[in-house]
Structures are given as C-alpha cells and as structure tokens.
C-alpha cells in the first residue's frame, strides 16, 4: 500500500515561515506540493523531480523551495515570506512520470491527506 503523510502545517502571521514534509512510503519519480483554498481550484505549488529539476508557481518563486531526500522517500517545502493569499490546504502528491507545473492534479495518482496552512495578516 503506498502512502503519502504531510506534516508541518499550522498558523503563522504574516511574513512567517514553516516548513512542510511529505514522506512516501515508497519511491516516486515526481513528488509535489499542491494547494486549495476554500472555493477554489486545487494549484500546483511546487514540484520535483528525482534528480532535484524544480518548477515553481509564479506566485511562490523566490518565497518557496522545495527539496528531497530520495533515501527517505521524502519532499519537504521551505516557505517564507508567508502571505495572507497562502493560506490553503496543502497537499503533497506523487506520480511516476514527467514533473512539472501545468499538468492537472487529476494526472497525480498518489496523494497525502493534507495539511492546513494559514497565515494571518
């Protein structure tokens, strides 16, 4: 049974910083973090691939940075500089193919259950 666990959620004010991990109870080539705010459409955040190659969404870039521990079969998100607008469930998901934004979170066949993030302002 592969599994996805996220941890590191929590409140924080704005300009903040946390720190979310996913670990993966096995290998997968692309690992990435998605966000939904109530409302809105799940968005991809950041993502990974096994060779380190990230892309990020514009509205995280220079805030953002992912990383990966391919031994532990884990994706972590440094967030700084948090903002009111990043406030969202957040999701960690995997699949075994190419890594990148733009794709839907529906081609992302593995996910965690997520973990709340919300910064005030």
């Known amino acids: 049974q592969v599994q996805l666990q996220e941890s590191g959620g929590g409140s924080v004010q704005s300009g903040g910083s946390l720190r979310l991990s996913c670990a993966a109870s096995?290998?997968?080539?692309?690992m990435a973090w998605f966000r939904q705010a109530p409302g809105k459409e799940r968005d991809g955040v950041a993502a990974m691939d096994h060779n380190g190659i990230t892309t990020y969404d514009d509205s995280v870039k220079g805030r953002f940075t992912a990383s990966r521990d391919n031994d532990k079969n884990s994706l972590y998100l440094q967030m700084n500089s948090l903002k009111p607008e990043d406030t969202a469930m957040y999701y960690c998901a995997a699949r075994q193919s190419r890594c990148y934004l733009g794709s839907s979170w529906r081609s992302f066949g593995y996910w965690g259950q997520g973990t709340q993030v919300t910064v005030s302002s």
């Open positions: 096995g290998y997968f080539y692309c």
